[in-house]
């Protein structure tokens, strides 16, 4: 087992490379950016274009002004640089997990199987990282494209600081520009949690998962692996409390309610449809990562749980053989309570990589933007009698 684990330390695969966007957070040395430095590069890439082109374009004065929009300040002070710097450290958050589950001889490879992922996921690798580039162009075109059309045609009335009456200002193209940026960064994200989980799932498929009992970490020593799944729940948290925010701004600012007919109401039932996607597909994501990892899980107990009851039934059977000629010792006894404690242990051993501190976490994330969206709702609606 000592040689094995040896040989599954050594397992690495850089799921970064020909990816455009970890090259540009790396600084000249090819060393990764601080966090810090991400969100500068984050900022400095959306909202101070933005800055420059509202305070050197057009001079007219909407009642709507840029500063005070708070989707604008939402959108990239907190969801995007918060989605940019989960992407930055996937790779590094990957790779410390796996390392520190290989290190304590939780996840064992053999050494011909390590080699075959290595060169499989490595050309992987770079076919998604090109292509979720590609992807990420078109995602992004498409959305600025629709909030081109949102407010030049269907909500030309509106008086938004970037297009005042459906007419877009120099401030507004740049926005249209930030737009695509950020849905683009969110396709790369996207394809990315789906690669890593396609990965790790091919890990466990060909790896033997020895779990230990009584783990500091209550979870047989996989929490870190539970650590990634949280991860993709931060960034979905940030993502629908941008929506919350974007609703409201939409409903108390621009004056959009359910009950106006024609495209308000379709704008109305579109941020409906997004509201009940995050609440039923958030635990998918947060799930997403920890599936493969839940069914190694349940077949290293299973295995744990038959070999216990294998040598169980043998000293029964040893047992019925012995009891005509009255010779059971203390020694058997303890044998098989000894076995019955093991059993009783393996059962509390857990099927999924997350702890209840871990599942805490989530439970808060998960509900920051329901709360943060009715919070909002009933103090303007409160405010509305003051």
Same mark, same amino acid.
């Given at each position: 087992?000592?040689?094995?684990g ?10 970064t ?91 064992? +490879? =053999? ?7 290595? /060169? !499989?996921?490595?050309? %992987?690798?770079? @076919?998604? *990282? ?5 992807l ?44 695509l940026?950020f ?28 779990? +230990? =009992?009584?783990h ?5 020593? /996989? !929490?870190?692996?539970? %650590?990634?799944? @949280?991860? *993709? ?14 609703a409201l ?52 107990k299973?295995?744990l ?11 029964l ?5 012995q ?6 010792t203390?020694e058997?006894?303890?044998?098989v ?7 009783r ?42």
């Amino acid at each position: 087992m000592t040689t094995t684990g040896s040989a599954a330390e050594q397992f690495f695969v850089d799921t970064t490379e020909w990816s455009f966007l970890h090259a540009l957070l790396r600084d000249r040395t090819g060393k990764q950016r601080s966090r810090v430095g991400a969100y500068l590069v984050a900022i400095l890439l959306t909202y101070a274009p933005l800055v420059i082109a509202v305070l050197g374009g057009d001079r007219d004065a909407p009642s709507f002004s840029f500063f005070a929009d708070p989707n604008v300040l939402c959108m990239f002070f907190v969801t995007l640089p918060t989605i940019l710097l989960l992407t930055a450290t996937d790779d590094r958050a990957l790779q410390d997990a796996l390392k520190r589950i290989q290190r304590d001889g939780i996840l064992v +490879l =053999p050494d011909v199987k390590t080699g075959q992922l290595q /060169l !499989r996921w490595r050309a %992987r690798f770079r @076919l998604l *990282n090109v292509t979720g580039a590609g992807l990420a162009v078109v995602t992004g075109a498409a959305a600025a494209d629709g909030v081109y059309h949102v407010f030049a045609r269907h909500y030309a009335a509106f008086t938004w600081w970037a297009a005042p009456n459906g007419r877009f200002l120099p401030s507004g193209y740049m926005f249209l520009f930030s737009v695509l940026l950020f849905f683009a960064l969110v396709a790369i994200y996207l394809v990315r949690v789906g690669s890593l989980s396609l990965l790790l799932r091919d890990i466990v498929e060909h790896a033997e998962l020895h779990m +230990l =009992p009584g783990h500091p970490d209550r979870c047989g020593g /996989l !929490r870190p692996i539970g %650590r990634l799944g @949280l991860r *993709n729940q931060y960034a979905l948290t940030v993502s629908g409390f941008n929506v919350a925010v974007l609703a409201l701004e939409f409903h108390y600012l621009f004056h959009v309610d359910f009950d106006q007919p024609g495209d308000a109401r379709s704008l109305v039932v579109l941020f409906a449809i997004v509201a009940m996607a995050y609440v039923l597909f958030a635990p998918v994501v947060f799930l997403g990562p920890l599936l493969a990892f839940r069914d190694g899980m349940k077949r290293a107990k299973d295995q744990l749980m038959s070999e216990v009851a294998q040598r169980l039934r043998l000293e029964l059977q040893r047992f019925r053989e012995q009891v005509p000629d009255g010779t059971i010792t203390k020694e058997d006894e303890d044998r098989v309570d000894r076995l019955r404690k093991v059993g009783r242990i393996i059962e509390e051993l857990p099927v999924w990589p997350f702890d209840a501190s871990t599942l805490r976490r989530f439970i808060t994330a998960y509900a920051i933007p329901i709360a943060g969206g009715l919070l909002a709702n009933l103090a303007a609606t409160l405010l509305k009698h003051f």
